[in-house]
């Protein structure tokens, strides 16, 4: 498969150097020696953080050069904005990738709530409701629906999403996340963490 993200030689921390791969199609575990530098990795993933050292690739570019929502995060506790509503914080980054139509992003959506099981009665009062009303699982679905509707090629998994969530749900989202993936030639999603954790995906050595 060929190589879709790379990190080559990478500075992090004080005087680490940090090299890996994710080829398209994979779901791989990047496990981290403390939350300091799994935080720092994923800033660095994200184009939010420049390393000091080394490269940071997308399809063998700079990110700088990667088109703008090819690389997504879904953080710990959904990353929501308080003052907007749930439709509205999942559909935010849409709008600012200039990727939003309404007609296929309601039909990406409702089929993203499918597959993680939400009741369809629900989904309507879940939508519509203030981020300051959403249970910490919705706040989780929320960061999940939102990165998978804009559809990167690289979706970035902050591992404590799984945290204190039911085995049932856990399982439904690994699910659904490998479903992402099968889904292009040109996806992978990279999972990382600082802890030691059970999800079933290969750890990068």
């Not at 496990?31 to 420049?50: P, T």
Request: hydrophobic share 45%; glycine share 6%.
């Amino acid at each position: 498969m060929p190589e879709l993200f790379q990190f080559n030689q990478v500075v992090i921390g004080k005087s680490g150097i940090l090299s890996f791969n994710v080829a398209a199609g994979e779901t791989r575990i990047l496990k981290l020696d403390s939350q300091d530098i799994k935080f720092e990795v994923m800033n660095m993933a994200m184009g939010d953080l420049c390393p000091a050292g080394g490269d940071i690739l997308l399809h063998g570019q700079s990110l700088d050069a990667s088109r703008c929502g090819s690389i997504s995060l879904i953080p710990a506790h959904g990353g929501l904005i308080s003052n907007l509503k749930t439709w509205e914080n999942i559909t935010l980054p849409l709008w600012y990738h200039n990727k939003r139509e309404k007609s296929a992003t309601e039909e990406s959506l409702m089929y993203w709530l499918r597959a993680l099981d939400i009741d369809s009665e629900e989904w309507e009062a879940f939508m519509s409701s203030p981020v300051a009303r959403l249970r910490p699982d919705e706040h989780k679905i929320a960061g999940l629906l939102r990165g998978l509707v804009l559809a990167p090629q690289l979706l970035v998994v902050d591992a404590a999403l799984f945290d204190d969530v039911d085995a049932a749900r856990v399982q439904i989202w690994i699910g659904v996340l490998e479903k992402f993936v099968r889904e292009a030639s040109d996806r992978a999603v990279l999972v990382v963490t600082s802890a030691v954790t059970s999800l079933p995906w290969k750890i990068i050595e």
